[in-house]
């Protein structure tokens, strides 16, 4: 099975679905072995602390962490996001695993160059990925982004506007 690392605003952005028919955690688990470090596990508790759409999203999250695989990485120092982003990108490099989802729009060029031969996805990405797998209907996947991009103020975002576009939906 393919392994994805995931870092904390992905698993969030998947969590703000949870609960839809179908659920997009449930989806990702079923494709993928999924692979959190112990910080992005750490942010999720804190998050999910909150009582706000985020706060219940980590708390779905959470409360599915047997389904995850967490792993303790030792941070880069020198890396100039927060403990989340560093330690999913020391992560996915560690255990060669093939994708590493992230959301973090304004960051993704320095994640990438980050990353040693892994392939970054956004949460829009994964969806389109899961209609091309047959995962998802392109309808479902609409809705979705539709839920998560009201909750996550995602409107104007051009990655989104691209994972759209390559659902063929507006």
Same mark, same amino acid.
């Given at each position: +099975?393919?392994?994805?690392v995931?870092?904390?605003?992905g698993?969030v952005?998947l969590?703000?679905a949870?609960g839809?028919d179908p659920?997009p955690?449930?989806?990702?688990f079923a494709?993928? !072995?999924?692979? %959190?470090p112990t910080a992005v596990?750490e942010?999720?508790q $804190? %998050? =999910?602390?909150y009582?706000d759409?985020?706060?219940?999203?980590? @708390?779905?999250?959470?409360n599915?962490?047997? $389904? +995850?695989?967490?792993r303790a990485?030792?941070l880069d120092?020198e890396?100039p996001? !927060? !403990?989340g982003?560093?330690?999913?990108?020391?992560l996915? /490099?560690?255990?060669?695993?093939?994708? &590493?989802?992230?959301d973090?729009?304004?960051? &993704?060029?320095?994640i990438?160059?980050?990353?040693?031969?892994?392939r &970054?996805?956004t @949460?829009p990405?994964?969806?389109?990925?899961?209609?091309?797998?047959q995962?998802? =209907?392109? $309808? *479902?996947?609409?809705?979705?982004v !539709? *839920?998560?991009s009201s909750?996550?103020?995602w409107?104007a /975002?051009?990655?989104?506007?691209?994972?759209?576009?390559?659902?063929d939906?507006?």
């Amino acid at each position: +099975m393919t392994t994805l690392v995931a870092d904390t605003s992905g698993l969030v952005s998947l969590g703000i679905a949870s609960g839809s028919d179908p659920d997009p955690l449930t989806v990702c688990f079923a494709a993928y !072995d999924v692979c %959190i470090p112990t910080a992005v596990s750490e942010e999720l508790q $804190e %998050i =999910a602390s909150y009582n706000d759409i985020h706060g219940q999203a980590a @708390t779905a999250v959470c409360n599915r962490t047997t $389904e +995850m695989t967490i792993r303790a990485v030792d941070l880069d120092a020198e890396f100039p996001l !927060d !403990d989340g982003e560093n330690a999913a990108v020391m992560l996915a /490099n560690n255990i060669d695993a093939e994708l &590493l989802l992230c959301d973090e729009f304004n960051s &993704l060029g320095l994640i990438h160059a980050s990353l040693a031969n892994k392939r &970054l996805v956004t @949460t829009p990405t994964l969806l389109s990925v899961f209609v091309r797998t047959q995962r998802l =209907a392109t $309808e *479902e996947a609409q809705t979705l982004v !539709d *839920e998560m991009s009201s909750a996550r103020s995602w409107d104007a /975002n051009s990655y989104v506007q691209r994972a759209r576009s390559l659902l063929d939906i507006s």
